[in-house]
């Protein structure tokens, strides 16, 4: 079996609001693909890069532009999803298996072909490596950035990253420190904890800057666990300073409550957590009079002040 490192960039709805299709919602499109070969020894075989033409969200999200550079004007001349996946299948090959950092690439790529109605293969062979990175090197259920695990391997001839290719040949030099083939053989057993139903799937993040974080568009995205789909979210709520709340319902039926929370310190950074919950009666009444008192608690405290001035 070969492993082919993939990384993807997608853009956004300018509106906020998602384009929907019967039981699909799209939280992406994508507009890059970036692929790595490896050999039996782990080394970079061979590479690809490919632009894609959206066909939703012509427009660039602003946060996306930002990100990653990628001008609408630059991807007027890219292939269509259906074209580029071709491409992408053709490169891969007959018995290969995805190796990803982080979990929404390939809910965001079966999304897309769903979309396109393009007949795939279930499932598709697939392995976390930031899943990896951080129980194999760390003992620990946290979510690490690249740029953090190739700094503690001291791999410094990198390419610049939110580029698809680039980010995918970043991921690739990590593969001989992490005992890759090792953790995919035991890869079922090495993260069995993390699917216990109802869990708090927390993760872990850190950023340089507080804008960092604002403009990573990948932040506020979940994935179902039980059907890896890409979760529809609603309004973000404002439950204090540094926490938001949103209701997920996927179209498998199950519900989640989503939560973002962050804290900054002047040293070390943005230490930003992410985590998803069942959404039970109780949980959705305790975080509702949560936000209703922190409304009532401002509204007071406007009126004082008022009164006093």
């Known amino acids: 079996m070969q492993f082919i490192v993939l990384d993807l960039e997608w853009n956004q709805a300018l509106s906020g609001k998602p384009y929907k299709r019967d039981d699909l919602t799209l939280a992406g499109e994508i507009i890059q693909i970036g692929a790595v070969k490896l050999d039996d020894s782990l080394r970079i075989v061979d590479s690809l890069r490919i632009c894609v033409a959206p066909k939703y969200y012509k427009k660039m999200h602003w946060s996306v532009k930002k990100l990653t550079g990628i001008s609408t004007q630059s991807l007027a001349d890219g292939l269509t999803f259906p074209d580029a996946f071709e491409q992408l299948s053709a490169f891969c090959g007959e018995e290969y298996a995805f190796l990803t950092w982080g979990p929404d690439d390939l809910p965001m790529l079966r999304s897309n072909l769903r ?135 996927c179209n498998c039926g199950c519900e989640y409550i989503l939560k973002l929370r962050w804290m900054e310190d002047e040293s070390t950074g943005v230490h930003a957590v992410r985590s998803l919950v069942a959404a039970t009666e109780s949980q959705i009444a305790a975080d509702t009079r949560a936000v209703k008192n922190r409304r009532r608690s401002r509204k007071n405290s406007a009126k004082t002040k008022n009164t006093t001035a």
Request: with cysteine; proline share 6%.
């Open 115 to 249: 979309l396109h109605k393009i007949q795939y293969t279930e499932p598709i062979p697939w392995y976390d490596m930031q899943k990896i990175y951080a129980k194999v090197v760390h003992g620990e259920k946290r979510q690490y950035s690249l740029a953090d695990a190739l700094a503690h391997f001291a791999i410094s001839d990198t390419y610049p990253a939110h580029d698809a290719l680039n980010d995918a040949l970043n991921t690739a030099m990590l593969c001989p420190h992490i005992q890759l083939e090792e953790s995919v053989a035991n890869y079922d057993n090495l993260f069995a904890s993390y699917e216990a139903e109802g869990a708090d799937v927390g993760e872990v993040i850190h950023y340089s800057t507080y804008d960092a974080m604002v403009q990573d568009n990948k932040f506020p995205e979940f994935t179902c666990p039980q059907c890896e789909k890409l979760l529809p979210f609603g309004k973000w709520v404002r439950r204090s300073p540094r926490k938001r709340l949103s209701l997920a319902k």
